[in-house]
């Protein structure tokens, strides 16, 4: 049988614009979010995840309005993350037009917030991205933009947030993101190892051929440093396939009625793992 493939390019922004960087430092703009959003959805991505990189470090929420502006133009599903500290921060990201939202150093920080957002929303919108990184012989979670290691395990974590309610896990590797040298396939197997749900693989896609490795690893979808894909419909009412998934728990205006979204970013495979990626050309 052969698998269904999803590939969904990750914006990273910063201060409003799109950054590309190495290894999660040396930023360098590469454009208006707005513009890129609108490129990569005629291109063919079947869905966009929106990383605000620089919130939780600037201690501030997402740039709500920006948000706004990027969903305007999509009708693909739209994945935003970053500052997200509160039910009521996940809120405000859904009513301005995002599909799922994705929280990582609010939820390193009190591992209950994903319980709350799980209540609140459901599953089906609440994403928790991993950043993480090799030391030793260990792989570790990072936070803050991965400018803070911390001491907690990959699998320790992975599997907490699944049993908290996490209806996917968008996971970076900080050693291959920016490299182009392909994704890292024994982080994605320790993560996979400890859940069930949904994996996006994101960091080092760099050709076709490191996507079709990553399926012989049992990984459902990939993410590839630029806005991501999946298919399927969204939260907010846009479509981008076949595939479906129950409703957010979230009333938001009629015009971004939900009616459904497939469950995983990047690359994706029916029952195995996902990938993402995040731009790097």
């Not at 390019?9 to 430092?25: M, N, S």
């Not at 947030?161 to 291959?176: F, P, Q, Y």
Request: charged share 25%; aromatic share 4%; net charge positive.
């Amino acid at each position: 049988m052969s698998l269904a493939v999803r590939v969904i390019p990750c914006l990273d922004v910063a201060a409003g614009r799109v950054v590309k960087g190495l290894k999660f430092e040396n930023l360098r703009d590469a454009g208006d979010p707005v513009e890129a959003a609108r490129r990569y959805e005629a291109e063919g991505a079947d869905e966009l995840c929106f990383l605000d990189v620089a919130a939780s470090h600037e201690e501030r929420g997402t740039l709500v309005g920006l948000v706004a502006r990027v969903a305007d133009v999509l009708s693909i599903p739209f994945t935003v993350g970053g500052g997200v500290r509160s039910v009521e921060d996940a809120g405000a990201l859904l009513v301005a037009g995002a599909d799922r939202v994705t929280v990582n150093t609010a939820a390193v920080a009190d591992p209950r917030l994903v319980t709350r957002l799980a209540e609140r929303f459901g599953s089906q919108c609440v994403v928790v991205a991993v950043d993480a990184k090799r030391l030793g012989e260990r792989f570790v979670v990072s936070t803050h933009g991965g400018r803070r290691i911390t001491e907690i395990e990959l699998a320790t974590w992975v599997a907490e947030v699944t049993a908290r309610g996490a209806g996917e896990i968008l996971l970076t590797s900080m050693d291959a993101d920016g490299t182009l040298a392909g994704f890292d396939l024994a982080m994605l197997k320790v993560a996979r190892e400890v859940t069930s749900v949904p994996i996006v693989a994101s960091g080092g896609a760099g050709s076709l051929a490191h996507f079709a490795r990553r399926c012989w690893k049992g990984a459902r979808t990939r993410s590839w440093r630029r806005p991501s894909s999946t298919t399927g419909p969204s939260p907010s009412g846009r479509s981008s396939g076949p595939s479906r998934r129950p409703a957010c728990r979230f009333a938001r205006p009629s015009r971004r009625a939900w009616r459904g979204s497939p469950s995983t970013q990047g690359v994706s495979f029916p029952s195995s793992s996902e990938t993402s990626g995040r731009e790097t050309s």
